[in-house]
């Protein structure tokens, strides 16, 4: 299997690709979303949505009829 490598330095092998959690928090403590980067030269490769906004089980709406 081939390694990842760093597009940025060249440097190769997942051990090189980190993670970390962003800083801004929803009301719930939890992360809207995870980085991943580049531990030699800091390159952010992807960002992960982590923070899922869901509907709510309030009822839904329904269009009046007009007559």
Not at 18 to 30: D, F, I, V, Y
Not at 37 to 64: E, N, R, W
Request: charged content about 20%.
């Amino acid at each position: 299997m081939a390694e990842p490598k760093c597009p940025n330095c060249c440097i190769e092998g997942i051990e090189y690709f980190k993670s970390k959690e962003s800083l801004e928090r929803a009301k719930n403590g939890t992360p809207w979303f995870i980085l991943v980067y580049c531990d030699g030269c800091g390159h952010v490769h992807q960002t992960l949505t982590k923070h899922v906004f869901t509907t709510s089980t309030a009822s839904p709406f329904i269009m009046p009829s007009i007559k």
